[in-house]
């Protein structure tokens, strides 16, 4: 499972391979959420981060870290290049900058300086 927060937005990650993003409502408790969001990632989730512009990066048990336009295109997510890694943390540090942790120690700069390459409809 895997979690960010960006203001009033919730990420959440699930071994299924689904990510939620989830509205606070606006009175501002956590009582209820809306979903803003729903996709479908296709393996378990090692980790989510909120880019912001709508936008959220994931990685999964397979090595593969996808940038998604989750409110504008949440099905036509884009691959990013994890010089072959498999990324179990995300960060966001910056705006446009993702810098993204590997399992053999790692640390690449996920987004923002490295193009996005485009999505083969038959690796999902």
């Excluded at 729903?38 to 909120?50: A, D, Q, R, T, Y």
């Excluded at 997510?77 to 890694?85: A, K, M, S």
């Excluded at 446009?96 to 996920?110: E, I, Q």
Aim: with cysteine.
């Amino acid at each position: 499972y895997a979690i960010d927060t960006d203001n009033s937005l919730v990420a959440i990650g699930t071994r299924c391979g689904k990510i939620e993003v989830l509205k606070l409502s606006e009175d501002g408790t956590t009582e209820s959420f809306d979903t803003a969001a729903s996709m479908f990632h296709g393996e378990p989730i090692l980790s989510v981060c909120l880019e912001g512009d709508n936008q959220l990066v994931s990685s999964d048990t397979a090595g593969r870290c996808l940038l998604w336009q989750f409110i504008s295109n949440p099905n036509k997510p884009q691959i990013l290049e994890t010089d072959g890694g498999r990324i179990c943390s995300l960060l966001k540090i910056a705006d446009n900058t993702v810098v993204g942790l590997s399992d053999s120690g790692k640390l690449l700069f996920l987004f923002g300086r490295i193009k996005p390459i485009a999505l083969n409809p038959g690796s999902l």
